[in-house]
């Protein structure tokens, strides 16, 4: 079986067997990043490039680290040092390196939709690596990888997502995957930070962590998206913290095999006590480790690659 599509631009526009085949391919990458030497000549020739037009630590990093884990030319590019701080448009900037004949352009940006209207213009495959408040399909399929390494499947697990869901990308590739895969998703946060009508993508909404994360198998953290907000939604760091940070009182809520999960950057002391996320439930490493063999598996897929 192989992805039968040229992008892979959102969790909402992938089927069960697509994600199955997705997480099955990641897992076959896992070894090749605990050898001595990490490269395999699987997309030897093929070029791709990483072209990042928000900041990113993790999602760049892997990206890069996965081209050439897999022989793959990668080049990256930042807004900083691209001809956008000139006045090029992305669609000009697209269209530029389309000239120069890649094979995948992976793409963050902003603009939620970005990568859907740079799908449309090039010939090339297209990766959303998070597009505004939209979508962050790889961060998705990661966390899902995850969490079947160590339940051993998604169906029928209980997963709390606490935080900033309006201004998430990762909630709602989460929500998309977690829940087409047969998971029970819960969301919880101020009422300023969920969005509307929420329960219509299958979510059951609470306004406490308390009542999240009772019984629950997955605990997924989000970090306060300060930079997409326009409008003061709670009083304070410290208001916040004190009634949906994750702590040792609450944790004793969930189920006692819980996991803990952080799509990064964590800040520590807000919406997660340290103690808890670097403790024994926490699995927010393992989720970095996987982030390379999903994006490692995308890379393949979509130049052609075969499970």
Same mark, same amino acid.
């Given at each position: 079986?192989?992805?039968?599509?040229?992008?892979?631009?959102?969790?909402?526009?992938?089927?069960?067997?697509?994600?199955?085949?997705? $997480?099955?391919?990641?897992?076959?990458?896992?070894?090749?990043?605990?050898?001595?030497?990490?490269?395999?000549?699987?997309?030897?020739?093929?070029?791709?490039?990483?072209?990042?037009?928000?900041?990113?630590?993790?999602?760049?990093?892997?990206?890069?680290?996965?081209?050439?884990?897999?022989?793959?030319?990668?080049?990256?590019?930042?807004?900083?040092?691209?001809?956008?701080?000139?006045?090029?448009?992305?669609?000009?900037?697209?269209?530029?390196?389309?000239?120069?004949?890649?094979?995948?352009?992976?793409?963050?940006?902003?603009?939620?939709?970005?990568?859907?209207?740079?799908?449309?213009?090039?010939?090339?495959?297209?990766?959303?690596?998070?597009?505004?408040?939209?979508?962050?399909?790889?961060?998705?399929?990661?966390?899902?990888?995850?969490?079947?390494?160590?339940?051993?499947?998604?169906?029928?697990?209980?997963?709390?997502?606490?935080?900033?869901?309006?201004?998430?990308?990762?909630?709602?590739?989460?929500?998309?995957?977690?829940?087409?895969?047969?998971? #029970?998703?819960?969301?919880a946060g101020p009422a300023t930070m969920l969005p509307r009508a929420i329960e219509q993508m299958?979510?059951?909404?609470?306004?406490?962590?308390?009542?999240?994360?009772?019984?629950?198998?997955?605990?997924?953290?989000?970090?306060? #998206?300060?930079?997409?907000?326009? #409008?003061?939604?709670?009083?304070?760091?410290?208001?916040?913290?004190?009634?949906?940070?994750?702590?040792?009182?609450?944790?004793?809520?969930?189920?006692?095999?819980?996991?803990?999960?952080?799509?990064?950057?964590?800040?520590?002391?807000?919406?997660?006590?340290?103690?808890?996320?670097?403790?024994?439930?926490?699995?927010?490493?393992? #989720?970095?480790?996987?982030?390379?063999?999903?994006?490692?598996?995308? $890379?393949?897929?979509?130049?052609?690659?075969?499970?």
């Amino acid at each position: 079986m192989r992805l039968t599509k040229k992008d892979l631009l959102g969790i909402k526009d992938l089927s069960v067997d697509e994600i199955n085949l997705i $997480l099955e391919t990641a897992e076959s990458f896992i070894e090749v990043s605990t050898r001595e030497i990490k490269k395999v000549p699987t997309l030897r020739g093929k070029t791709v490039i990483n072209l990042f037009m928000e900041p990113s630590t993790r999602t760049r990093t892997s990206f890069e680290i996965a081209g050439k884990r897999l022989s793959a030319d990668t080049i990256n590019i930042s807004a900083s040092t691209s001809s956008v701080v000139k006045g090029e448009t992305l669609i000009d900037t697209a269209r530029n390196l389309e000239a120069m004949n890649p094979d995948v352009i992976v793409l963050r940006h902003s603009a939620s939709g970005a990568p859907h209207l740079l799908a449309r213009l090039v010939k090339q495959s297209i990766i959303n690596a998070g597009d505004g408040a939209h979508e962050h399909p790889t961060q998705a399929l990661l966390d899902m990888m995850t969490i079947k390494a160590r339940k051993g499947r998604i169906a029928g697990l209980k997963v709390a997502i606490v935080g900033d869901i309006a201004h998430s990308r990762v909630a709602r590739s989460n929500i998309y995957g977690l829940t087409r895969m047969g998971a #029970q998703v819960a969301v919880a946060g101020p009422a300023t930070m969920l969005p509307r009508a929420i329960e219509q993508m299958g979510v059951t909404v609470h306004y406490r962590i308390e009542d999240a994360v009772r019984g629950a198998d997955i605990i997924m953290m989000l970090r306060i #998206q300060m930079e997409r907000e326009n #409008q003061n939604v709670f009083p304070s760091l410290r208001e916040y913290a004190k009634y949906f940070c994750l702590n040792r009182k609450n944790i004793r809520l969930a189920k006692d095999d819980v996991l803990v999960m952080h799509p990064g950057p964590i800040n520590r002391g807000v919406e997660i006590a340290p103690d808890i996320a670097d403790g024994p439930a926490s699995v927010i490493l393992e #989720q970095v480790t996987n982030g390379v063999a999903v994006r490692m598996a995308l $890379l393949y897929l979509l130049s052609g690659g075969r499970s």
